[in-house]
């Protein structure tokens, strides 16, 4: 598969997060108790994926347009304010500064802000509109409003630059099914994903959901 041209490697993005913003990105997993549900993002940095990944099995399926947990604790909003700040002010300075508004978009999706997440992802896109970690996210970020159309286009997009890409794949496959009522069209986003990611690390989970989808598809 080609690389992307122009646009920095997922370690490089990862490199730019000082320790402060990572640790108020894990602070965020914390607060938020087990994680945001069985959604991934894709371009989350590593201090916050893992900590994700790590508490994600025991979430419950999160609902279409419903808040993941609970409303944003006040500690929450202080975190997210705190990580915001210096990267409001690089992006105010240049409103183009790229990777400041991927992680911009980052701290609003993992404070449940998912309008403000969108916003930026949107202005990251439109200088690199070829991302599909960011473009899925976006995806995502539409899910928690209650857009599963919008939500299915942009992971659709997603793919048209990156037809592996896992973790699109992933998320089309249950907004497919759970916002769409389309058991079928998921079970081909799971299918595909694990066709190309054989080694996917949640494997054994989405051949889990095949199941319940067929099943589900089955009934009718």
């Known amino acids: 598969m080609n690389e992307i041209k122009d646009k920095p490697s997922q370690s490089t993005t990862d490199s730019m997060w ?6 108020v990105l894990a602070v965020f997993c914390l607060l938020l108790g087990v994680g945001l549900g069985y959604l991934f993002r894709g371009s989350a940095p590593n201090t916050a994926q893992a900590a994700a990944a790590a508490t994600s099995q025991q979430g ?3 609902q279409q347009g419903s808040d993941p947990r609970q409303q944003p604790s006040a500690e929450m909003q202080a975190a ?6 210096p990267l409001l002010e690089a992006v105010n300075k240049n409103p183009k500064d790229y990777d400041s508004l991927i992680q911009l978009g980052n701290v609003f999706y993992d404070g449940q802000q998912f309008p403000n997440a969108i916003q ?14 960011v473009r899925t996210d976006m995806g995502t970020a539409y899910w928690y409003t209650g857009d599963a ?17 896992a973790q699109t794949l992933f998320n089309l496959g249950w907004v497919r099914w759970q916002g769409k009522q389309d058991p079928k069209g998921a079970i081909e986003a799971w299918q595909q994903l694990l066709k190309v990611n054989p080694d996917y690390p ?15 598809a089955a009934r009718g």
């Open 18 to 23: 000082t320790g402060t913003q990572a640790y």
């Open 60 to 62: 419950t399926a999160p």
């Open 80 to 85: 997210v304010a705190q990580a915001a700040a």
């Open 120 to 133: 930026y992802y949107e202005r990251a896109l439109a200088i690199h509109p070829e991302n599909p970690d």
């Open 149 to 165: 159309d919008k939500a299915v286009a942009a992971m659709e997009t997603s793919l048209k630059y990156r037809p592996g890409h």
């Open 202 to 216: 949640q494997k054994q989970q989405v051949e889990q959901y095949i199941a319940k989808a067929k099943d589900h």
